[in-house]
């Protein structure tokens, strides 16, 4: 079973960076399908990216080309680089990881980002 902890969210003002980490501890996930998704506030959860145990990538439209999921299986820590951040992007950040096939089996407890214009 594995346990995720994220890091790194904060406030920024638009066209700022933040630099999401999240820690993953019980089990190796190099295997695992890993993803971040978002909640901005009174609105449902959505994914921003997903990195697959083969290692391709996808993003949600909104984030393509500002964002970048990556991972580094030495310190079992999966990253999202957030730049050119817009007030839009203001939500709870969550990380999860899973089997594949769009299932999600652990979550962490989130991490916030604000983004102020």
């Known amino acids: 079973q594995v346990q995720l902890v994220e890091s790194g969210g904060g406030s920024v003002q638009a066209g700022g960076s933040l630099r999401l980490s999240c820690a993953a501890s019980g089990a190796t996930y190099s295997s695992y399908q890993m993803g971040w998704f978002r909640q901005p506030p009174g609105k449902g959860r959505e994914a921003v990216a997903v990195?697959?145990?083969?290692?391709?990538?996808s993003y949600a439209d909104s984030v393509k080309g500002r964002f970048t999921i990556s991972k580094d299986n030495a310190k079992n820590t999966l990253y999202l680089q957030m730049n050119t951040l817009k007030p839009e992007d203001t939500a709870m950040y969550y990380c999860?990881?899973?089997?594949?096939?769009?299932?999600?089996?652990?979550w962490g407890q989130g991490t916030q980002v604000t983004v102020s214009s």
């Open positions: 999860a990881a899973g089997p594949g096939g769009g299932t999600w089996y652990e």
């Open positions: 990195l697959d145990s083969d290692g391709s990538t």
